[in-house]
């Protein structure tokens, strides 16, 4: 994949130098450094980086009168204010010219990275967070409520396998509407088998077990959905009917460009993978 | 399961493969599935919603996929199923659907379509939303892609 391409505007060596060292790997480089706000415009116009780091406090003018001109020509530009000064003031006149992203020095690699990140992504933190916050509140609630048990623990990864090797069974659902993506949930026959059981009261069949697993992915984006759909404002997604895959041996590839989050649940019964992708465009 | 939805689904297809490079496009069998689609090797499945619910499986063996992918690389060999020829398929599976959905609108049924899922592995099968779906036969250059179309109107709900 290309590298998201960087351009660092401040007028400190040593930040300059910070940036440099930590930055760059096999996702990010830096592409141009500039030490005072015109030469910024001048650079943000030539290289036509992928996201600017810019600092406030330059000599001929301040970094959000850097960020106002260059968004002036190119409403399009994605900036990210890192300054040492961060206050009301600040972030207000930050946020009124349409910069979402502003840290405060020093900031971590990690922090730093997680902005650019949604600084580049079409996709707005606010959607995102609702998506995979409500998503996952509400894959916590149901699984917990139905099994009539706490005893579950739910850990999270935003780097998952791919492809996503199945265990058994899997239900897909997609995500169509203001964004599109996809929602898989994913068990072993036996796991899918004990949670039929459990809610029929009765031993399940293996078509009960399917459609245990289709029940719960429905209710789960259902409820999830809904409720992210109401937290984020303008997001107005929709979901698909789940289908069900099952078998001895099936990976589900991952989609291009996407963002994404899996969440194991480890229960009495067995565990749950729930994976929430969203794509960029 | 409605007849209706047939035609739009091997228009598009017809409309969509030539430019991918296929010069022989033949609908094959037409038949009734029932229960679930016994996979091929290759299975991709995309999500329908609004107007038309449900979902179209599109089933090939994974030589099939390797060949089609190579043509629509512009004749690129391709030995492995991996990255590049599994997006390949996505596309194709992609740009079919949402030509079909362009022509369900002009029949008066909006429908939204989920990005393809792209399943690999063998002795697996997918359910779709009915127990009855309509299976279609297509050959390009002889290549057979099945489609199975799992849809209801959302009316009939």
Not at chain 1, 19 to 24: G, I
Not at chain 2, 73 to 94: H, K, R, T, W, Y
């Amino acid at each position: 994949m290309r590298k998201t391409r960087i351009l660092i505007v401040d007028d400190s060596p040593f930040s300059q130098a910070v940036l440099q060292k930590t930055l760059p790997d096999n996702a990010f480089e830096i592409c141009g450094l500039a030490s005072s706000g015109l030469e910024g415009i001048q650079k943000y116009f030539v290289i036509k980086p992928d996201v600017v780091i810019m600092d406030i406090t330059m000599p001929d003018m301040d970094g959000l009168e850097c960020s106002r001109q260059i968004l002036l020509r190119d409403s399009a530009a994605r900036i990210v204010i890192l300054s040492s000064m961060k206050d009301d003031t600040l972030t207000t006149r930050a946020r009124l010219l349409g910069i979402r992203w502003f840290l405060q020095k020093p900031s971590t690699r990690e922090e730093l990275v997680r902005t650019i990140k949604m600084a580049v992504s079409r996709i707005a933190l606010e959607w995102w967070s609702a998506y995979q916050e409500q998503l996952q509140l509400s894959f916590e609630e149901y699984i917990k409520t139905s099994l009539a048990t706490e005893a579950c623990s739910f850990s999270s990864s935003t780097e998952p396998a791919d492809p996503l090797e199945s265990k058994g069974i899997c239900a897909i659902i997609g995500i169509t509407g203001s964004h599109s993506g996809r929602v898989i949930l994913d068990a072993s026959h036996q796991t899918a088998a004990k949670f039929a059981g459990k809610l029929l009261d009765r031993a399940a069949s293996p078509d009960d077990a399917l459609a245990g697993m289709a029940e719960i992915a429905n209710v789960v984006c259902g409820r999830g959905i809904s409720r992210a759909n109401r937290i984020a404002k303008g997001m107005d997604l929709r979901i698909t009917p789940a289908s069900l895959l099952e078998g001895k041996k099936l990976a589900i590839s991952n989609l291009p460009n996407h963002h994404v989050l899996t969440v194991t649940a480890d229960t009495p019964i067995g565990s749950f993978l729930l994976s929430m992708e969203m794509l960029e465009e | 399961m409605d007849a209706r939805f047939i035609n739009p689904v091997i228009d598009a297809f017809r409309e969509i493969l030539p430019q991918l490079g296929f010069a022989d496009i033949q609908r094959g069998k037409l038949s009734m599935g029932s229960n679930s689609v016994e996979s091929f090797g290759v299975t991709v499945i995309i999500g329908m919603t609004k107007d038309l619910r449900g979902s179209v499986a599109y089933n090939m063996s994974e030589a099939t996929a390797m060949t089609i992918a190579s043509t629509m690389m512009g004749g690129m060999p391709v030995n492995q199923f991996d990255e590049l020829p599994q997006s390949a398929i996505s596309e194709l599976v992609n740009m079919v659907t949402a030509n079909s959905a362009i022509r369900f609108e002009q029949m008066g049924m909006q429908v939204d379509i989920s990005p393809p899922s792209l399943v690999v592995g063998n002795d697996f099968r997918a359910r779709l939303l009915q127990e009855k779906f309509l299976v279609i036969e297509m050959l390009a250059d002889g290549n057979l892609i099945q489609l199975n179309l799992g849809l209801e109107s959302a009316q009939a709900k």
